[in-house]
């Protein structure tokens, strides 16, 4: 037998955040302005608490550091990946993030690419993702004139949707969202634009419209769904939502009992619906767990999906 790592998630107070992540849930949030659960996460502004096991009391990035055999040896100086659940009460900034490599010159940090599957919505609920500006010229352009309403490219979203965002595309989630999220464990965010928001005293939070301009791809490029693949398992399906250097992200609609192999370094884990037993131990939406590299296969069994996030 190999380790499962339960982990205690941390919580981040926003001020676009609600109380769907109690709601929903169930988690203990420190406010009615609950925006992010990181879990799991090893990141230094979030780093969860192992709960249960030999590691009880370790943070992931403590037993990542110590136990590196737990996680296929490999040789990142940091923990890669991040899940978070988010709960977006109010629009955020439209923003885009830098790649590895501008990252790692200007902020010392990972880059972040990141996903998105969408776990609820209000009515008119929408997303910005991408924009329309052909060169950087005009992106430049719109931005000097302040003239988003053109430049960001806008929609409805519904629960069940997904969104691949790799570093240098401008994006924002809007009010009514409720999202898991996988990415690179990175907390870096350039700000290109906050709807002129004022804060009680007046003021609007700060942009950061040079690096935007540095790091947005020019013309965007969206994300082809046509890559998902979707087949049948044992008691349910497994649905491929991207595959990439970054990560990889499944989706498992359960029906029952299936073994489900783990031939990588790590899975990080997250139930997103339903109920059921993950070997033998019961688990319901909102748990989530690390299953580290010598536990080779665990036994789910329940009505639940579940998103399995690994490189
Ligand atoms: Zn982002």
């Not at 880059?111 to 609920?125: D, F, I, M, P, Q």
């Not at 993702?129 to 010229?137: D, I, L, V």
């Not at 898991?180 to 007046?202: L, N, P």
């Amino acid at each position: 037998m190999g380790h499962i790592l339960w982990v205690k998630p941390v919580f981040h107070e926003k001020i676009w955040g609600g109380h769907r992540l109690r709601d929903v849930y169930g988690y203990d949030i420190p406010s009615d302005q609950t925006g992010e659960c990181w879990a799991p996460s090893a990141h230094k502004n979030g780093d969860n608490t192992i709960i249960e096991g030999e590691f009880a009391g370790k943070t992931l990035s403590q037993v990542f550091d110590e136990h590196r055999e737990l996680f296929g040896n490999i040789k990142d100086k940091e923990f890669p990946l991040l899940v978070k659940i988010i709960d977006a009460c109010d629009d955020l900034s439209v923003q885009v993030h830098p790649n590895d490599e501008y990252a790692g010159i200007h902020e010392n940090s990972l880059g972040k690419t990141e996903c998105w599957y969408v776990l609820g919505t209000e009515e008119n609920t929408k997303m910005v993702m991408g924009h329309h500006a052909k060169t950087k010229e005009e992106l430049v352009k719109a931005i000097e004139n302040d003239d988003y309403d053109h430049l960001l490219n806008s929609f409805k979203i519904k629960e069940g949707d997904f969104f691949y965002i790799p570093s240098g595309t401008i994006h924002a989630i809007c009010s009514g969202s409720l999202i898991y999220e996988a990415q690179q464990s990175s907390d870096i965010t350039y700000r290109v634009y906050d709807y002129h928001r004022k804060d009680k005293d007046g003021n609007e939070r700060d942009l950061h419209v040079k690096q935007s301009i540095d790091v947005t791809t020019v013309p965007y490029q969206p994300y082809d769904l046509a890559n998902q693949v979707v087949e049948n398992i044992e008691n349910g399906t497994r649905t491929l939502m991207v595959s990439s250097e970054f990560l990889t992200l499944n989706k498992y609609d359960l029906t029952g009992k299936n073994t489900i192999k783990n031939d990588k370094p790590f899975q990080l884990v997250n139930i997103i619906k339903g109920q059921g037993t993950v070997d033998g131990k019961e688990v319901r939406l909102g748990d989530h767990f690390v299953v580290c590299s010598d536990q080779t296969e665990v036994v789910y069994d329940g009505d639940m999906t579940v998103m399995i996030c690994t490189l």
